[in-house]
Nanobody, 124 residues
Framework: QVQLVESGGGLVQAGGSLRLSCAASGSISSMGVMGWYRQAPGKQRELVSS???????VYQDSVKGRFTISRDNAKYTVYLQMNSLKPEDTAVYYC??????????????????WGQGTQVTVSS
């Protein structure tokens, strides 16, 4: 059983900062790409940023220069530092990870996991 547990959301004024964390736990063989998605009311879930195990990153254009993704491979944890927050950043933020799990048969299978979501609200 693998779980992703997020923390760090909350209410902040425009221009403020928040740091999201997401830790994976359970029967993990190895970690793959980790990332953050967000979903605002009435909108589809969208990729905010992702990071490979080697540290290569991708950012949505609207957050470039304001958000920074990082990871601690030893702790199976991914972070999202969000600075200069804007009201349009308001959404539920979800952590995502591709994780390889060793099955009882001895096979190693890669699964897609999601966190439970954490609310980020930016007031104007």
């Amino acid at each position: 059983q693998v779980q992703l547990v997020e923390s760090g959301g909350g209410l902040v004024q425009a221009g403020g900062s928040l740091r999201l964390s997401c830790a994976a736990s359970g029967s993990i063989s190895s970690m793959g790409v980790m990332g953050w998605y967000r979903q605002a009311p009435g909108k589809q879930r969208e990729l905010v940023s992702s990071i490979t195990i080697s540290g290569s990153t991708v950012y949505q254009d609207s957050v470039k220069g304001r958000f920074t993704i990082s990871r601690d491979n030893a702790k199976y944890t991914v972070y999202l530092q969000m600075n200069s927050l804007k009201p349009e950043d308001t959404a539920v933020y979800y952590c995502h990870a591709l994780i390889k799990v060793a099955r009882m048969t001895g096979n190693v299978v890669e699964y897609s996991y999601w966190g439970q979501g954490t609310q980020v609200t930016v007031s104007s």
